[in-house]
């Protein structure tokens, strides 16, 4: 396979503690260091920073294909990584802060990628341990709208054609100008989560960086001036303005804050100047760009599982969704955990059993079975794709629903952290979406939300399912001792196997967003979609009193002053709206709550 040159760019800034474990993690990659060009450039450091690159080159330095060392003054992030990419000419150029370290396998991966992707793809950017970068990204293909500099390997070409780093941008924004000034030139970027690096961004969650503060306020709005809306650019003046007004984070903030507005009355019009020339997308959300996934300070444990237990993800599908069981299916191969197997039970047909055998084919997965049966309905197909599973742990991944990378590796390592649990749940957004067509399968996300994040209480999932199907997974041993859906309902099977699955074993929610799922966004489907959950319901709910759990009285107390909040939050609105046809929505799901706090009363009296 072609190899091909790299060059790798490093700039420091009084970074001595860190340069030996970036060191060993570089001189430890699979990848050929005679193929690597190393192009250090210090930014004036007071440490021991210089003598230590010194030192490196002297002994190691013979062992690259070239080695390239400066020092100047502090000319920033952006320009020193400019000035680097003046000195070489490998195809492929990786931009690197040194308070990280390699695994293995992350140079290989990304240019293995990156050597197979289409010319108008630009950058690959490595995912961060133990906190990943919270934006979001495209579950299937793996796109994102801006790429952080961390870690992240760049097409020289592409980079050379947009300018490299903006240079009136000291720190903090510059990558997330230099990716949205690479989409406005035609590029695509993408997120490569099996290229990973452990970065020690932050010492402790949530740490403060005032540096941070200033730079990456006073950057936003000059973003704004070259790539939003009028109204994006008023609304950042307004919001930087608006720092004055507010308590003060750190010593002299509002020296530091008017030392900033100067350079932001400075530089606005060359920003603005310089306008966007394309209609791609670039978001601003508030002082953030792209829309976050929760769980920024979820870590990632220091070590994989040793022998870990396979996964069987069971998938349904019908006859007509290829497309949709193309990206479920795809979602699943891009995992970072392994070993997984997928059990994909079709209902009604053997029109998927190709595209089954191509998945198998592909060898990325652990073992991948298909079952076809007659039209049986979602429950019969369901329990068909357990019963195929072999797995020690199982989820679920309907066809138009997605994974994002980690799903499983986040959710499997805390599951065998917590041997007591019988499952685990994460966080997920519910995207209203319109379908264009089913086949070919295409669609546009219209709005993402997080409906759910409820901590695991016995007493409540009772009464109202807050794990949506694909968030769970479970340990095998449930279904062996309980069985698989009841196949009386067609619609709430999974609540009904959760309030089933959940009589003995707790469950636990792991606060990281790591899947999505479809509802419609054309307002008469969603209409049906309510009118046939909520007969089920009450159907459902029919077949749990025919269940039988004990309920300690500080459990039903904790579920009713869950209730009794929740029933706070909806009352607002209703009091704030004035229109009957705004309000009756919000009526009814005000509905929704009251009634179940009834039930649960009745069932602490009867208890």
């Not at 030192?55 to 000035?83: L, M, P, Y």
């Not at 406005?184 to 690096?197: E, I, N």
């Not at 891009?334 to 047909?349: M, N, R």
């Not at 084919?361 to 068909?384: D, E």
């Amino acid at each position: 396979m072609h190899v091909p040159d790299l060059d790798i760019s490093v700039v420091t800034f009084d970074s001595q503690r860190w340069l030996d474990a970036f060191f060993r993690s570089l001189l430890e990659q699979n990848y050929p260091l005679g193929r690597i060009g190393l192009l250090l450039r210090d930014n004036g450091s007071s440490d021991q920073t210089q003598e230590k690159l010194r030192a490196f080159v002297q002994e190691h330095g013979g062992r690259f294909r070239c080695v390239e060392f400066s020092c100047g003054t502090n000319i920033g992030f952006g320009r020193g990584h400019n000035a680097n990419l003046a000195k070489e000419s490998a195809p492929y150029f990786l931009v690197t802060n040194v308070d990280l370290e390699f695994e293995a396998g992350t140079l290989t991966t990304l240019l293995d990628i990156a050597c197979a992707d289409p010319e108008d793809f630009a950058s690959w950017e490595c995912r961060q341990k133990p906190y990943e970068h919270p934006k979001n990204y495209h579950p299937v293909s793996q796109e994102t709208l801006w790429s952080s500099s961390a870690c992240v390997l760049f097409r020289r070409s592409a980079i050379e054609q947009v300018g490299g780093y903006e240079p009136r941008l000291f720190m903090y924004g510059e990558d997330v100008e230099l990716s949205y000034r690479l989409r406005d030139h035609g590029f695509r970027l993408r997120y490569v989560p099996k290229a990973t690096v452990r970065h020690y961004s932050y010492e402790d969650p949530g740490k403060a960086k005032p540096l941070q503060f200033y730079e990456s306020t006073l950057a936003n709005v000059l973003l704004r001036c070259r790539y939003g809306s009028l109204r994006e650019v008023l609304q950042g003046f307004i919001m930087f303005l608006g720092l004055f007004l507010v308590p003060a984070r750190y010593p002299a903030q509002r020296r530091e804050l008017a030392n900033r507005l100067v350079r932001l009355v400075r530089l606005a019009p060359q920003f603005l100047l310089t306008r966007k020339k394309s209609r791609e997308p670039f978001p601003f959300r508030m002082w953030d760009y792209l829309m976050v996934r929760d769980g920024a300070f979820h870590p990632y444990p220091a070590a994989q599982l040793e022998n870990p237990p396979l996964i069987s993800v069971v998938m349904r599908t019908m006859p007509g969704c290829g497309g949709r069981l193309s990206e479920a299916a795809r979602s699943v191969m891009q995992q970072t955990y392994s070993p997984i197997e997928l059990v994909v039970v079709e209902d009604g047909g053997e029109t998927a059993r190709d595209q089954v055998e191509q998945i198998r084919a592909s060898g990325v997965l652990h073992a991948v079975r298909y079952v076809s049966l007659p039209k049986s309905g979602r429950c019969v197909a369901g329990n068909a794709g357990l019963a195929a599973a072999t797995g020690d742990l199982l989820c679920f991944l309907d066809d138009d629903d997605l994974f994002y990378a980690d799903h499983l590796e986040v959710l499997a390592t805390s599951l065998m952290q917590e041997p007591q649990l019988g499952g685990v749940y994460g966080l997920a957004f519910e995207v209203r979406t319109n379908v264009i067509s089913q086949d070919p399968w295409r669609y546009q996300d219209l709005v993402y939300s997080v409906i759910h994040r409820q901590a695991f209480n016995r007493t409540l999932v009772w009464h109202h399912n807050f794990m949506p199907i694909q968030t769970v997974l479970f340990r095998r041993e449930l279904y062996d001792r309980l069985g698989g859906f009841d196949t009386g309902l067609e619609n709430l099977e999974d609540w009904n196997l959760w309030v089933r699955y959940t009589l003995e074993r707790d469950f636990m929610l792991v606060p990281k967003l790591t899947s999505l799922y479809r509802v419609p966004a054309n307002p008469d489907k969603v209409r049906e979609r309510q009118d046939v959950l909520d007969r089920y319901y009450a159907i459902a709910q029919a077949k749990h009193a025919t269940l039988s759990v004990s309920m300690s009285p500080p459990q039903v107390l904790a579920a009713a002053e869950q209730l009794a909040r929740e029933l706070y939050v909806v009352a607002v609105p209703v009091r704030s709206l004035r229109s009957p046809v705004l309000g009756l929505p919000v009526l009814r799901w005000f509905y929704y709550p009251a009634r179940r706090l009834k039930a649960l009363w009745r069932a602490a009296r009867q208890g």
